[in-house]
């Protein structure tokens, strides 16, 4: 079996170097080349996973790629998935899938006439404990759900992810998308009716966009014979000196039964004369690898991705969505009309 | 005039509630709880059922009486563990023979009936404890501590979460405990308020108006004066025995975390077959008497009656919670936020039962 030649454009998210590291990890996959409208961190990232740097756009897609994964400012995903739609023919787009719907719907629309597959980068879905959740709602163990209370908290990121014109939005645009995915994943229905509550600047007095969000909202069909509520925290609430990232959890609450998910509770706590703050050693899978890993999959068996751009699209309609309600005061209703 | 020798607890209600006082009364009287609080005695109990009444007088071995009036003539106290709706002609009418009155949360069914509790309290210079135990647990007034101290800096995102099965009995009775907001819930929304100061604005989604048979689950939104945000969520939905509660307290330079899911400090494993989890679950996170939420609630409202210091909790401070969870529950039945300052319900809309607006 020939190696999969893989590129990634733009280091400007950090997941990049998750999935520059994982594609190094994976069998017979390749990183071919790398490309970033910042030559700088392109170049550092190039020597730092030993490809190539590719000096310009145009060069870097006539690589003969079998797949690009694109990590570029959320603004930025739209050009970067035309300018490789057509000739590359899968790609791994970061989420959120981009900053307005006209934006993506051009974007699937793009990738629709060039016969590219799209996928979207949601790792939620490839986390073990969140596999577990969905078997056991798919085999109806829960009986019928009642509620979801979901968290996606993080710590303030800096740098682009607090610009709006570049990520589209703070907290609410940043973690919305991922508990979204995984609910519509896990139960095949779609969100129908979204309230939120949204704060700039509360814990982070000169950032400038929402680091606060909590939004409610229910889910209808699929899965589900009633409607489900479900609330979800998307804020930047763990402070600098907080031992891990944040975290994923939902709490599915049914007729049958209640199941509770810490998505990355498999840890181990490291005290240590060298760190100021005790730290988290993370022992659980790795679901940037197993992203990564399916996406090649996709690629070799030629298949449609596992998560598509219509998956991307419909998860940025919620965190669009929740920022009208929070702008209104009330409940949004999706799709629109 | 105010007896300065033993006070005598008179306890109307002799439910679930009613054990757990008596029990920390003659704790408190037994170990006189770290130097606070004066002598104590049961005076008796009171239950419009009788035999209950008499039950449980037995059981802590004192007085039963048959008529109201006859426990408030013979103490200096009245604890009231009614169910919610009976609480304010109780309460009222221990004020009326001028005593001093503790009563279990929520404060009254109504706003209305909490007014007139407030109201009849202060006219007849009776002293009014709100028992929001919530405040007297050690990870709560530690989540308190933390913020009043500056270490979480300034009020950020405040989530609490309480849970059980359905309680069943009175309390699933919406007329009489008003679902789980106002029964369970208003815990935390207290809390929320005692961390985070007023609240603004509530949006709520639940299961209370659904008719689902022994079962009701709520999800509540909420602003801050202040700008911060909270989201409290109750349930009455989980499987039977299973009781959870978490809280976190979020602020520009910090965060308070806990919650029940933390590793006890005492772990049990049985063989199959043997009937020990029951003994584990009294084992698993045990307390001195001393520090048991409910005994420092008590020793509390004793300490105040008798210095006139102020509760924890006032009146109006409970009646501001109240009026919070009626507003989350009207929220949950209308489908939209609701602004505090424009909410006023009647006594009728929340005794209004479950038909859907």
Redesign the interface.
């Given at each position: 079996m020939s190696n999969l030649r893989l590129g990634i454009l733009s280091f400007a998210h950090m997941h990049a170097y998750s999935y520059a590291a994982s594609i190094l990890a994976l069998p017979n996959c390749e990183l071919v080349a790398i490309y970033d409208d910042d030559e700088a961190r392109g170049q550092a990232s190039a020597e730092q996973y030993q490809t190539t740097y590719a000096d310009d756009l145009e060069s870097f897609l006539a690589n003969n790629l079998d797949g690009v994964i694109i990590c570029s400012e959320n603004a930025y995903h739209r050009k970067h998935v035309e300018a490789a739609a057509g000739k590359v023919n899968y790609i791994l787009c970061e989420k959120p899938l981009a900053t307005t719907l006209e934006d993506g719907r051009a974007m699937l629309e793009q990738c629709r006439t060039t016969n590219t597959h799209l996928q979207l980068a949601f790792p939620v879905r490839f986390a073990p404990p969140v596999e577990r959740l969905r078997s056991a709602v798919q085999a109806g163990n829960l009986g019928t759900l009642?509620?979801a209370?979901c968290?996606n908290h993080g710590k303030m990121p800096g740098g682009w992810f607090c610009d709006t014109s570049l990520a589209g939005g703070g907290a609410v645009m940043d973690h919305t998308v991922h508990v979204v995915d995984a609910l519509r994943w896990i139960t095949e229905a779609e969100v129908t009716e979204v309230?939120a509550?949204i704060?700039s600047s509360?814990?982070?007095?000169k950032v400038n966009i929402d680091d606060?969000g909590?939004l409610?909202f229910?889910m209808t069909g699929g899965l589900l014979t009633r409607p489900l509520?479900?609330?979800l925290?998307a804020?930047w609430?763990?402070?600098e000196?907080?031992p891990t990232w944040g975290n994923v959890t939902l709490?599915l609450?049914g007729?049958n039964?209640?199941l509770?998910v810490?998505a990355f509770k498999q840890y181990a706590t490291v005290h240590s004369n060298t760190l100021s703050t005790p730290e988290q050693h993370y022992w659980g899978s790795n679901i940037d690898r197993r992203l990564i890993a399916d996406f090649c999959e996709a690629i070799r068996t030629q298949r449609t991705p596992s998560i598509t751009g219509e998956d991307g699209l419909k998860a940025l309609e919620v965190a669009l969505a929740a920022y009208e309600s929070a702008q209104l005061?009330?409940?949004q209703h999706l799709p629109k009309q | 005039m105010k007896r300065t020798g033993t006070k005598r607890i008179g306890v109307v209600g002799a439910g679930m509630m009613a054990s757990w006082h008596v029990e920390r009364w003659l704790d408190l009287q037994r170990l006189g709880i770290a130097g606070r609080g004066h002598p104590v005695q049961i005076a008796g109990i009171f239950d419009k059922n009788q035999q209950r009444a008499a039950e449980l007088a037995n059981t802590y071995t004192c007085p039963a009486f048959t008529e109201l009036d006859g426990l408030l003539a013979a103490c200096d106290i009245v604890d009231v563990c009614t169910p919610t709706d009976q609480h304010a002609d109780v309460v009222v009418s221990a004020a009326r023979v001028g005593k001093d009155v503790i009563c279990e949360k929520p404060m009254a069914r109504s706003l209305q009936d909490a007014q007139r509790m407030a109201d009849v309290c202060e006219q007849a210079g009776v002293r009014l404890f709100i028992a929001h135990v919530v405040r007297f647990f050690s990870q709560y007034e530690g989540a308190k501590a933390a913020l009043d101290a500056g270490k979480l800096g300034s009020p950020g995102v405040i989530r609490l979460s309480r849970g059980g099965s359905f309680p069943g009995r009175w309390y699933g009775d919406y007329a009489r405990a008003g679902g789980v907001i106002l029964d369970l819930s208003i815990h935390d929304l207290d809390m929320a308020r005692w961390c985070f100061g007023e609240v603004t604005q509530v949006f709520a989604r639940g299961l209370t108006f659904d008719n689902i048979p022994e079962c009701d689950h709520v999800i509540i939104n909420l602003q801050f004066e202040s700008g911060a945000l909270g989201h409290v969520s109750g349930s009455w939905a989980y499987p039977a025995g299973k009781f959870v509660t978490a809280l976190e307290v979020a602020g520009s330079d910090g965060i308070y975390e806990w919650n029940g899911f933390a590793p006890d400090p005492v772990l049990g494993s049985f063989d199959a077959g043997s009937d020990l989890t029951s003994v584990m679950n009294d084992m698993a996170s045990p307390l001195a008497p001393e520090d048991d939420p409910y005994s420092k609630e008590l020793a509390h409202a004793l300490d105040c009656i008798t210095t006139g210091a102020p509760f924890r909790v006032e009146p109006a401070d409970a009646l501001a919670t109240l009026k919070l969870a009626l507003a989350a529950t009207a929220s949950v039945k209308q489908g939209t936020p609701i602004r505090l300052s424009e909410f006023s319900p009647s006594a009728a809309d929340v005794l209004d039962t479950k038909v859907l607006a």
């Open positions: 009642y509620c209370t968290t309230y509550d704060r509360l814990m982070h007095p606060a909590l409610s229910t509520m479900v609330s925290d804020s609430s763990r402070p000196a907080y709490e609450v007729s039964g209640t509770w810490d005061g009330r409940p | -």
